[in-house]
């Protein structure tokens, strides 16, 4: 029944549909300055050298850049998009049947580069693996991006619990309600 509308005309992205190689469309992102120091704000970052030119210099950079979790800004994990692009919504989004995919993991390699203001990162999500262990099944994605010279950035593993034993995807058609009697009703 992969890739079959299940019930009521949802086209969910179930561990059976999931497949190595799955990819999103690319995301761009432009990093400036005034980006950074709003980020900066937000999470609540005082490091002088992510907003600050001078001090950065004095420090031995060659300028402002992008604090290393930036990186969930610049390049979004977004496999709703890449579930979108395949034709199927996320086990979340269901109506008939909702059900979360858990986060459980990540994995962060960064590289050699900074990423700096006037930088445009383009970003992709991938799945690279499908697991199963002891009745639990995974979904690895992961994310590489690079910037405007080709030069990587980062890459990071996301890793989702897709179904378990407690978590079993619902039936296809959905059980009647049952009043206190145990009575059912339609």
Known sequence: MTGEPQAGGERVYEWDVVQVGDRSPEFVYEVTAENIADYCRAVRYENPVYVNDAAAREMGFPGVFAPPTMLYTYAPQRRNDLIE??????????????????????AVRFQETLVRPGDVIASVTEVVDKLQRRDNKFVTFRVTAHNQRGEPVAEYDYTCLWESPTRKRPPSDPVPDQGASGERRS
């Open 85 to 106: 692009a395949r034709g199927y919504i996320a086990p979340e989004q269901s109506v008939v049947a909702p059900r979360s995919t858990p986060f459980v993991s990540t």
